[in-house]
């Protein structure tokens, strides 16, 4: 029923129906073929370029470990080549090499005990050093800034062991140092054949991360590290991972089989499920040469390969424009087609299933009528029009795949197949100019030439390529610049360093020979001793009593000097000052005490650090000629006071003598007076000749020797009268003392005759202070002297009496610069406020 139905349909619908079905199986299989061809070859390409950047960044972070295992074999050859020895020099080359480049973590030698000077016992527990003394300096920036302190394990860790077993060259499997996570690029330094130590660099890993973290392609593609054993290095979301979680960890055959190539070196790629996303991923790892560690490239599977089905969507919209087209074709055809239309879709047919089974090579048949003979013309015209472009487009593509990357399409063609021909043709162009300028830079790599910069730069996925290659070139640049600037800068530091050596030696020389012995102290407790010149010999010592810390500078100070000597120190430091000069005594080896002259040089860093530097200058002998002098004044000055004293108590006596030819009372009385102010000026210089400084006069003493005198000159028995006195422990000047020695014989005298009657009770009172600090005037006292008898009369002027007492009173409160009041309010009261005299010296 269905075949009656059919066999009834007119010929025009059959002819569009057959000849859209046609077309339809044409396009399809040609399409088919053409679609599996180039989204193959969109494929490899796409592929081809992933393992190409992975391996670009493969080769950047290889330059860079190349880089880094360079510095470490400068530092070995220049430790190997080393002879002076010095480990301070030496520390300076480390600091040096820190400093000058940023992106290292530390760098340090350890060397083999007394493998490089021979005086590892001399440095126990030094900077730089450990309980053993061996040179094992580890200049680092652990805690932001850079500083020294001494190697730890190395006695059983790799960055050690490894170069010392294999005298060669080793890059450290990544490890946890400190608590920084780090890789050792180290060197063996061999001398005379035999290992002496290392010399090396650490780089932290963090800087890896962040690099590889920035890594993106395609849309959400990332990148990150992992060791020789599979121990991630880095990752840009996961940073828990990196040192504690390998390959191995995340299960899986593809992921084994890919940790067993990067230990092996090998690259590769697969397929496999991102743990992070869960997305399906095509995974590509390439090897780092010199640390035995793999790039590794995740890329999306769907977001690698987008560009193959958009092409493959471009293909079939062309197909479906084609079908379109061919039916209306065939409308148009069936139109003025009625009747010999069943040859021409028996040819038809025949193309259609050739071209099915891939024979695209057959063609229409033309000998039809006239009518009908552009039918087959035209079929055989779109045959050629579709297959042409697609074997021109396979064979130029089969050769790109070849690397024959100037191959070009050579069939005219148009509309979009001449579109798809000038991509292809561009692409071919692009990739073959790429490649040429790359291969440029990479032969101008062989001959050490870093100059030649990249040329042409790529867009997209190219641009990855060119930029790695460019960036490849400017790090070799720069390392090679500053290889050459090191070995310049080495020699320069050589050929001063040689110059400073023998400067060195002559200041040492003449050092040596001068009476003068030099210290370098540090500014700790002990004051322990850097250096000491070799003439310490002098007092007994030995150099290496002092560089080995067996002898501090303080165990030399004489015991009842180390406070002072300890207190001149910091109060100099404390006040900025730097330099000051002291005289103090010190013990030699055997026990001998000498005095010596010191000029100390203090000198500070910019970390606030400390250190002295003095001249110690032997001056015993000058010393000793010193108290001799002092010895003799003093003498003479004993001597003197004594004689003094003596002679006073001689005109004392010749007083009283001379009173007894006298029988008049004043007379009798002004001797006696006369003689009451010798004595007080005798006891004065007595006062002076029983002080230890033969300078000051105990005040306090004074006075109750003085009025200890007056008492029994004048006889006081029969009355009651007693003396208080308050006075200040005050020593003054002999200046000072001899006048307010007469005011208070001539006040206390003057109160002793006239204020009380006969067997009338009272008090005399005597009292000195010093003024408090808080007086406008410094050194200030005052002087009170009273009792409480029948007063002074009121009508008497005391600064204008005929007394003569009182006027020497007046006249020697002057002469002391002081202030005299009365008070007649209860008794009588002198009240004196005056300044100590300094001493004059007399023309």
């Not at 995740?298 to 560009?307: N, Q």
Request: charged share 30%; aromatic share 8%; with cysteine.
């Amino acid at each position: 029923m269905r075949i009656k139905m059919f066999s009834n349909t007119p010929l025009r619908t059959k002819m569009i129906v057959y000849t859209v079905l046609g077309v339809f199986l044409i396009l399809t299989a040609s399409t088919a073929v053409i679609i599996s061809t180039v989204t193959t070859q969109e494929e490899k390409l796409a592929y081809q370029q992933s393992v190409e950047m992975a391996s670009n960044y493969a080769n950047q972070f290889d330059a860079d470990m190349k880089a880094n295992l360079a510095i470490a074999r400068t530092i070995s050859t220049t430790m190997e080549s080393y002879e002076t020895a010095d480990r301070d020099e030496a520390l300076l080359i480390l600091e040096n090499l820190l400093r000058d480049n940023p992106h290292l973590l530390g760098t340090y030698v350890a060397f083999e005990p007394d493998a490089f000077d021979g005086k590892d016992a001399e440095y126990t527990n030094s900077p730089a050093h450990d309980g053993t003394g061996r040179f094992v300096p580890y200049w680092n920036k652990m805690n932001g800034t850079a500083s020294v302190a001494p190697l730890l394990h190395y006695d059983s860790s790799d960055y050690y062991q490894l170069p010392k077993a294999t005298e060669k060259d080793v890059l450290t499997e990544p490890y946890f140092y400190e608590g920084v996570f780090m890789v050792s690029y180290v060197s063996p330094i061999m001398k005379e054949g035999e290992f002496a130590g290392i010399g090396g660099v650490d780089v932290s890993l963090e800087y890896v991360d962040e690099v590889v973290s920035k890594v993106r392609t395609f849309d959400t593609g990332y990148a990150f590290m992992v060791s020789n054993s599979g121990v991630i290095l880095s990752h840009p979301t996961h940073k828990d991972w990196i040192g504690k979680k390998d390959l191995y960890d995340f299960g899986g055959e593809e992921l084994e089989k890919a940790s067993r190539d990067i230990k092996n070196g090998i690259g590769g790629h697969l397929e496999t499920a991102d743990p992070t996303t869960g997305k399906t991923v095509i995974l590509f790892y390439e090897p780092v040469e010199t640390g035995d560690f793999a790039f590794v490239l995740v890329v999306p599977k769907e977001e690698m390969l987008a560009g193959v089905a958009d092409l493959r969507e471009r293909l079939l919209i062309i197909s479906a424009v084609s079908i379109l087209f061919m039916a209306a074709l065939a409308y148009m055809i069936a139109r003025s087609v009625t009747e010999p239309i069943n040859r021409i879709v028996k040819d038809f047919k025949s193309i259609a299933q050739d071209a099915v089974k891939g024979e695209l090579g057959v063609r229409a048949d033309t000998d039809v009528e006239i009518d009908f003979q552009e039918i087959p013309k035209g079929l055989n015209e779109i045959l050629n029009a579709v297959v042409i472009p697609i074997r021109e487009t396979m064979r130029v593509t089969n050769a790109l795949a070849k690397g024959e990357l100037k191959e070009r399409v050579n069939v005219d063609v148009q509309g979009e197949f001449r579109e798809l021909e000038d991509t292809l043709d561009k692409f071919s162009e692009t990739l073959n100019m790429i490649i040429d300028d790359s291969n440029a830079v990479l032969k101008a790599f062989q001959h050490n030439n870093f100059k030649r910069p990249i040329q042409v730069k790529g867009q997209g996925d190219f641009k990855l390529l060119t930029d790695g290659i460019e960036e490849t070139r400017l790090v070799l640049d720069r390392v090679t610049t500053q290889r050459r600037e090191a070995e310049k800068s080495l020699l320069e530091y050589a050929r001063k360093l040689e110059h400073s050596n023998r400067l060195k030696e002559e200041l040492e020389s003449i050092i040596n020979s001068s009476p003068v012995i030099v210290f370098l102290w540090k500014y700790e407790e002990g004051w322990p001793i850097e250096f000491v010149s070799e003439n310490v010999t002098r007092l007994g010592y030995e150099v290496e009593d002092f560089t080995s810390r067996k002898i501090l500078y303080g165990n030399i100070v004489y015991p009842g000097d180390l406070e002072k000597v300890e207190r001149e120190l910091a109060r100099n430091i404390e006040f900025g000052c730097e330099d000051y000069s002291s005289e103090y005594r010190i013990l030699t080896k055997s026990g001998e005490v000498r005095w010596v002259d010191e000029r100390t040089f203090i000198q500070r860093d910019e970390k606030g650090e400390i250190r002295l530097q003095g001249i110690i200058l032997d001056i015993t002998e000058h010393k000793k000629a010193e108290e001799a002098l002092l010895q003799m004044v003093e003498i003479r000055k004993k001597e003197i006071h004594h004689r003094i004293k003596n002679n006073l108590q001689v005109i004392s006596t010749l007083l009283y003598l001379e009173s007894g030819n006298f029988s008049d009372e004043k007379v009798i009385e002004a001797f006696r007076e006369s003689q009451h102010r010798v004595k007080s000026m005798a006891l004065v210089h007595e006062k002076l000749y029983q002080s230890e400084d033969m300078i000051s006069v105990d005040f306090s003493d004074y006075i109750q020797n003085l009025a200890n005198y007056l008492f029994g000159a004048y006889s006081v028995g029969d009355k009651n009268i007693s003396l208080k006195l308050d006075v200040d422990n005050i020593f003054l000047g002999m200046d000072t003392s001899v006048p307010l020695g007469i005011i208070i014989n001539e006040l206390v005298s003057n109160a002793l005759k006239h204020a009380f009657q006969k067997k009338e009770s009272g008090e005399i009172c005597v009292c000195l202070k010093k003024e408090e600090q808080g007086s406008s005037e410094k050194n200030c006292f005052s002087l009170v002297v009273r009792d409480n008898g029948r007063g002074f009369p009121e009508e008497i002027d005391f600064r204008e009496t005929d007394s003569l007492g009182l006027q020497l009173v007046i006249n020697l409160v002057d002469q002391i610069e002081g202030s005299i009041e009365l008070n007649t309010h209860e008794g009588t009261e002198f009240r004196i406020r005056f300044k100590e005299l300094r001493y004059r010296q007399r023309m």
